[in-house]
């Protein structure tokens, strides 16, 4: 199955990007920040339990109850769970993702060339190498988890 640019760019998007509210946006900043935390990416900045999402909500209604208005306050504060969780991020290998987003680039937004439009790649494959257990595998799937 092959791919147009429009259906690549959205794909792109919809595993690299945050989602952003309108700047217009009526929603206070901490519903907001609730709602982002709620759709998050990666495992370790979602809700951990439904407790920590109650304990906030219910902080919110308190204050639009008492002044009409919801002020920012620090979400997750009560969130704990209830099982270890190992985090998907991916620590002191920055200059390694760096040297495969590059690539990755490249071939997302080609530039618009005789060789581009032709035939011919102008991207060769990419591979990784290394000895068995030094994180070529993580390194790679890193790149589903770089903000843009």
Same mark, same amino acid.
């Given at each position: 199955?092959?791919?147009?640019?429009?259906?690549?760019?959205?794909?792109?998007?919809? !595993? %690299?990007?945050? @989602?952003k509210f309108p700047q217009e946006s009526?929603?206070?900043? @901490?519903?907001?920040? *609730? @709602? +982002?935390?709620? !759709?998050?990416?990666? %495992?370790?900045d979602l809700y951990q339990s439904p407790?920590? +999402?109650?304990? #906030?909500?219910?902080?919110?209604?308190?204050?639009?109850?008492?002044?009409?208005? *919801?002020?920012?306050?620090?979400?997750?504060?009560? #969130?704990?769970? #209830? $099982?270890?969780? !190992? =985090?998907?991020?991916?620590?002191?290998?920055?200059?390694? @993702?760096?040297?495969?987003?590059?690539?990755?680039? $490249?071939?997302?937004?080609?530039?618009?060339?005789? +060789?581009?439009?032709?035939?011919?790649? =102008?991207? =060769?494959?990419?591979?990784? %190498?290394?000895?068995?257990? *030094?994180?070529?595998?993580?390194?790679?799937? %890193?790149?589903?988890?770089?903000?843009?």
């Amino acid at each position: 199955m092959r791919l147009n640019q429009q259906a690549l760019k959205l794909l792109h998007c919809h !595993i %690299a990007q945050k @989602v952003k509210f309108p700047q217009e946006s009526n929603v206070p900043e @901490v519903l907001q920040a *609730i @709602v +982002l935390k709620l !759709i998050g990416k990666n %495992a370790e900045d979602l809700y951990q339990s439904p407790l920590g +999402l109650k304990h #906030d909500l219910q902080q919110c209604q308190r204050q639009l109850e008492a002044t009409g208005k *919801i002020k920012w306050f620090e979400i997750g504060q009560t #969130d704990k769970s #209830d $099982r270890f969780i !190992i =985090p998907e991020k991916l620590y002191g290998r920055e200059v390694e @993702v760096q040297a495969l987003l590059e690539p990755f680039e $490249r071939v997302a937004n080609p530039p618009q060339t005789t +060789l581009s439009k032709g035939k011919i790649s =102008p991207n =060769p494959p990419l591979g990784r %190498a290394g000895f068995s257990g *030094i994180g070529k595998l993580i390194a790679i799937l %890193a790149i589903g988890n770089v903000t843009w």
